[in-house]
């Protein structure tokens, strides 16, 4: 169980310090590439000044080259040198600056073209890749889905998280071939109807023993296992799905294809189906800790959708920063963020990080990215808490050279000790 410093329970069972510090390090590398496009936008935006200028003198100048040669153009026997001359001058004159306005009209569409989002989607995706390949983002949900029918076998994950979702691919190495129902769960049985002699549907068990799991997804309400008779040959088979107290069946051809809609499943069998599809579903979600990102979506769309992509680490660091100021609030020492987590026999173990050390990764960036790490409560100005605990002595340590620790510390204290240290400080107090 994870605590507060204060020892108030944390709410979530994870090392908060690590996904903090992780999120701090993906999110400062993903506005790296947004502060790039702020500056290709301005040089955009200047470009297209200079070029509204450009053009306007260009402009002039066809005028003043028209005007000045009109007089050479009128229709005159005694003249026709000078007008062809005139004419050939007129034309150079507009072929040249119609050639300048195609040169100043490209080099401002390839600076638009540099200033779109999505010439540094890619790079933030692969920056917060880091963090959504290790963590998740506070109350995430988790739908899944595994699936061997293909020439190659395919595995997916998303996660969502109020406005945010995280798109993965899974690592299928382990997972690779279709998965015997008795290797998941023992003395599975289903009663269908089938078609008698004479022609009448009656009740029969079916043992699912012999079947092969070949496709499998988890969604936030049901659990869908889909069955085969053969591992080796198209075979037709059975899918079921889980939604708690209920389950549904239907039967599904050699090709893949449902026969007819769902049935509800005999509430004797209900229980097995659930206890096959928790078993696939506890083996597989081990491909989540080998997961890559491959895309992101605010609000419904795709990053790479977006007008602003910045969009999305801001939700990364919003959805962080409740737990992340009332870890703040709740750390009794000066200047760190702490956690703790009970491991028995009356001790703890604390984990801590520097805010300075945090601090460091977002310093170097412009305001607008440097403010929303500052409203977590992780700037590194020092403040005084209510109540601080003695230390003792650190001991000489052979460690790197003085100077901020880069990475979550760890400290172990006995909740004897500290109740002991309280009890005498709340004592000199009250005498006082």
């Known amino acids: 169980m994870y605590r507060y410093g204060d020892g ?55 005028k003043a080259m028209t005007a000045a040669l009109q007089p050479f153009l009128v229709a005159d026997k005694r003249s026709t040198t000078a007008q062809a001359v005139a004419q050939k ?24 073209g540099q200033a779109q989002p999505q010439a540094i989607t890619g790079k933030i995706v692969q920056a917060l890749g880091v963090f959504f390949a290790a963590h998740q983002l506070p109350n995430a949900k988790w739908i899944m889905s595994w699936d061997v029918r293909g020439v190659e076998p395919v595995a997916n994950a998303v996660a969502s998280a109020g406005k945010l979702s995280a798109q993965f691919a899974l690592t299928v190495d382990a997972w690779r071939q279709p998965i015997r129902v008795d290797q998941l769960a023992d003395g599975i049985v289903v009663h269908m109807l089938k078609k008698g002699v004479f022609g009448k549907a009656k009740p029969a068990p079916i043992e699912l023993a012999r079947y092969v799991l070949v496709a499998f997804e988890r969604t936030e309400s049901e659990q869908v296992v889909t069955l085969k008779e053969s591992a080796t040959k198209a075979s037709p088979g059975l899918r079921f799905a889980s939604t708690g107290n209920d389950a549904t069946w239907v039967s599904i051809t050699a090709a893949g294809d449902a026969e007819g809609e769902p049935n509800p499943l005999d509430v004797e069998d209900v229980d097995g189906i659930r206890r096959l599809a928790d078993a696939a579903n506890k083996a597989l979600s081990q491909m989540l800790e080998h997961r890559s990102l491959v895309d992101l979506s605010y609000s419904g769309k795709s990053i790479n959708d977006l007008p602003e992509p910045k969009a999305v680490p801001f939700e990364v660091l919003q959805q962080l920063t409740p737990l992340s100021r009332m870890l703040r609030e709740k750390s009794r020492m000066s200047g760190e963020l702490v956690l703790k987590r009970d491991i028995g026999d009356n001790r703890r173990e604390e984990l801590f990080v520097p805010r300075a050390t945090l601090a460091q990764q977002f310093l170097p960036l412009p305001e607008e990215y440097r403010k929303p790490f500052e409203d977590m409560g992780i700037a590194s100005e020092d403040t005084q808490p209510s109540i601080v ?44």
Do not use: W, Y
Request: charge should be negative; glycine fraction near 4%.
């Open 8 to 62: 108030t329970p944390f709410p979530l069972d994870e090392n908060f310090i690590e996904t903090l510090t992780s999120a701090v390090e993906a999110c400062t590398s993903s506005f790296e590439p947004l502060v790039e496009l702020d500056d290709r936008r301005a040089r955009a935006r200047e470009a297209h000044r200079e070029a509204e200028r450009e053009l306007a003198k260009l402009a002039e100048l066809d």
């Open 389 to 432: 605990i003695p230390r003792p002595p650190a001991r000489p340590s052979a460690g790197p050279p003085p100077g901020l620790p880069s990475v979550p510390m760890k400290r172990e204290d006995s909740t004897i000790e500290i109740d002991k240290e309280l009890e005498e400080l709340t004592s000199s107090m009250t005498k006082k």
């Open 89 to 112: 001058v007129g034309q150079s004159v507009k072929q040249a600056v119609l050639a300048a306005k195609q040169h100043i009209d490209g080099r401002v569409a390839q600076l638009d």
